[in-house]
């Protein structure tokens, strides 16, 4: 049992570094209506999702900080006495850190006031360039195969779905060829995939490993220079978060459906291409999310299943042995001559008795 602990507990020191990737800061100043700094005040941060709640006090130059917070929605409040206590609400997304700045107005601690801003066009925290895909999008905007990185090409500075070579297979999503994205002018090969702070990349071609549903997505950031350490890796990011669940019970059922019985005839030059019947063609995505508490404010659950089927007919030939073949006459064979190489004169392709070869300087001639 001892042992298992241990295992447990090692498992989870280990994975506390994975998260940093996805998480982000809140950070601000408290000030009061002379614009001098107010240390000790009381600072509280709770999400709006889960009623996850932290405090710190500001410090002697009245700045406060909170670290490594989940994306999401949270409420910022300062109180201390002789002041009125302040609110503010904030989207805090992945890998941002957000600064909420405080004016304390004199009152009572009981007298609230309510801060309202707007989010700043530039990032003055860090120098991270990147772009946030949020849930809205993600959800709303239409995807044929629902794969999240049609979603990328509206980052800027990225060219998306252009094939590459050796990486045709069909895989969820479309095919591995046309998965390709070029960041910020650098090779496809040069693209790192994290999903909740884990390696997503598959090193053979590039591209994702696993294909998360568009209904489990948070968001997700498409960084493309001068992000933080954490990452170390290739010179662009695609850093996805997941949902997590709430203390209120949701979730989803979803069916796509496309069929050849939905699909017009194809143009046809001749009476029997207007007579062929339409190619089969049979598509379905379906699944589910669920969320919600296990333990209200404490612990949360998500579950999330999306099953793929994508069935259609082709047509190919094979070449089958005759049926002297099969007794063993491959004489039939001797009669093709195949193509003539011509550097050495012979013809190629052509069954011969290596024991009735001659050769000539560096040319081996063979009979058939």
Same mark, same amino acid.
Not at 78 to 85: A, C, I, M, N, Q
Not at 135 to 160: F, K, M
Not at 293 to 322: A, C, I
């Given at each position: ?30 000030? &009061? ?26 410090? /002697?130059?009245?700045?406060? +900080? ?7 929605? =949270? ?11 302040? $609110? ?47 849930? #809205? ?6 995807? !044929? ?17 252009? /094939? ?13 060829? !046309? ?14 995939? $994290? ?6 990349? &598959?090193?053979?071609?590039?591209? =994702? ?53 939905? +699909?017009? #005839?194809? =143009? ?6 207007? /007579? ?41 030939? =094979? ?7 099969? *007794? ?7 009669? !093709?001559? *195949? ?7 012979? #013809? ?12 000539? *300087? ?7």
């Amino acid at each position: 049992m001892r042992r298992i602990l241990f295992v447990g507990l090692t498992w989870l020191l280990l994975y506390a570094p994975c998260v940093a990737q996805t998480l982000g800061t809140i950070t601000g100043e408290v000030r &009061d209506t002379t614009d001098a700094v107010v240390p000790g005040v009381t600072v509280t941060v709770v999400n709006t999702a889960t009623n996850a709640t932290r405090t710190t006090l500001s410090n /002697a130059v009245g700045l406060f +900080d909170f670290p490594a917070l989940q994306p999401g929605t =949270y409420t910022v409040k300062s109180e201390l006495d002789g002041f009125k206590t302040a $609110t503010r609400d904030v989207e805090l997304q992945v890998q941002q850190t957000a600064r909420v700045n405080f004016t304390l107005e004199l009152g009572t601690i009981s007298e609230t006031a309510t801060v309202t801003g707007v989010s700043p066009l530039v990032e003055t925290q860090n120098a991270t360039i990147g772009t946030v895909i949020e849930n #809205r999008r993600i959800v709303e905007l239409p995807l !044929n195969g629902r794969n999240y990185l049609q979603l990328v090409g509206l980052s800027p500075n990225v060219s998306a779905e252009f /094939a590459g070579p050796g990486q045709a297979g069909n895989r969820q999503g479309g095919t591995r060829a !046309n998965q390709q994205l070029s960041i910020s002018g650098q090779r496809r090969e040069f693209n790192y995939y $994290t999903l909740d702070g884990v390696d997503n990349t &598959d090193v053979n071609f590039n591209t =994702y490993i696993f294909l998360p549903s568009v209904d489990a997505l948070e968001e997700f950031k498409v960084q493309t220079g001068v992000y933080a350490a954490e990452f170390g890796r290739e010179a662009s990011q695609v850093n996805v978060v997941t949902k997590s669940g709430t203390n209120n019970l949701h979730g989803t059922v979803f069916e796509f459906l496309r069929d050849d019985k939905f +699909d017009a #005839r194809p =143009y046809a030059f001749t009476p029997s291409q207007a /007579a062929a019947p339409k190619p089969p063609f049979h598509w379905n995505q379906y699944g589910y999310t669920a969320g919600g508490p296990v333990w209200k404010n404490h612990l949360f659950f998500m579950s999330n299943f999306e099953g793929y089927k994508d069935r259609k007919q082709f047509q190919t030939l =094979y070449d089958v042995p005759s049926a002297a073949m099969r *007794g063993g006459d491959f004489s039939e064979l001797l009669a !093709n001559l *195949g193509a003539v190489n011509s550097q050495t004169g012979q #013809r190629t392709g052509v069954i011969v008795d290596p024991t009735q070869c001659a050769v000539v *300087g560096t040319t081996r001639t063979c009979a058939p």
